[in-house]
């Protein structure tokens, strides 16, 4: 194929779609109208041979081909408009761009607040992005460009991304205000013979609490299963329960509900580190946003 028979404009059009997977909001971020982008979506199946994206109830998803070209076109975009932006330096008082990371729940709860405040301050015109995030998703979501960066317990990573560690939690107990053992210092045996509560996403039955427990010959029960932190107050409320989280995402609980936060019977923490392609180590807004998530994450 030779690229001077191709308007380029048709791969920042891809590039659209491929982030928000909707006509819609692809055609806002581009800034062209929605016809324009079902006819750019067109002539992008003409060119590559290939549906590339198809429609779902909620979304529209990308073919195996769309996913092979979307990391090659967003390099290649990325590095086009580093090009152009050499020596002019990022100013986010001017930025209109969208920024998203990709995030494990607890981590967005600890970090939101004093991330969009600082977000908001400094580039006011611009859109920060926070979306759902496991880290099995990250290596596949940064690849694609559907994610600025990822923020989780992430483990081995390809060699093209690049990683820090950005906070170590440590686990703390919560139980209502007014629960029996409220404020006492428990034993593990003790701990683990109540009755708890497990956030779990993906519906997993233990997690790292388990597997310390397991290295002392203990097993805790799991009397409930809830697929995110929001669900907690309300369930510690009506019930004995108890359950173990992160300090910050405990905080934040104990801001909005009457709940006690009481110290662990062993030490364990959860490890939080931010990942990033290594074509964007260099962008100085991709530098900039990093930025923000770093300071956001200090303690």
């Keep these: 194929m030779d690229i001077r028979a191709v308007d380029l404009n048709l791969l920042k059009a891809f590039d659209a779609l491929i982030r928000e997977r909707a006509v819609t909001r692809a055609a806002s971020r581009i800034g062209l109208s929605q016809p324009a982008m079902s006819h750019a979506l067109s002539r992008l199946r003409d060119l590559f ?83 759902p995030l496991t880290g099995a998703e990250a290596a596949d979501q940064l690849d694609s460009g559907a994610i600025d960066v990822a923020v989780s317990h992430l483990r081995a990573l390809p060699a093209h991304l690049d990683s820090m560690g950005l906070l170590r939690d440590p686990f703390v107990l919560i139980t209502r205000r007014g629960h029996p053992l409220a404020a006492q210092l428990l034993s593990i045996e003790t701990y683990a013979a109540l009755n708890h509560v497990l956030v779990s996403p993906r519906g997993d039955t ?94």
Excluded at 97 to 105: D, H, K, N, P, R
Excluded at 231 to 258: F, G, K, N
Excluded at 263 to 268: E, F, K, Q, T, V
Excluded at 278 to 294: D, G, K, N, Y
């Design 206 to 299: 233990s997690g790292a609490v388990d597997r310390a427990l397991a290295d002392f010959g203990l097993k805790r029960r799991i009397a409930l299963l809830v697929a995110t932190y929001l669900a907690l107050p309300a369930a510690l409320a009506a019930s004995d329960l108890v359950a173990t989280v992160p300090r910050r995402t405990a905080q934040h609980i104990a801001a909005i509900a009457e709940i006690e936060i009481m110290p662990l019977a062993i030490d364990l923490s959860v490890p939080v580190s931010m990942a990033w392609h290594r074509r964007a180590t260099s962008e100085p807004a991709q530098v900039w946003f990093r930025s923000l998530v770093i300071e956001a994450a200090s303690d």
């Design 49 to 131: 041979a290939d549906d590339l994206f198809v429609r779902t109830p909620n979304r529209m998803e990308p073919t195996a081909r769309a996913r092979e070209i979307a990391p090659l076109v967003s390099a290649a975009i990325e590095h086009i408009e580093a090009a152009l932006n050499l020596g002019v330096g990022f100013d986010p008082a001017k930025s209109a761009g969208i920024f998203t990371a990709g995030m494990a729940e607890y981590a967005e709860v600890a970090l939101v607040g004093r991330l969009a405040e600082s977000f908001a301050r400094q580039a006011p015109k611009a859109t920060l992005r926070l979306t």
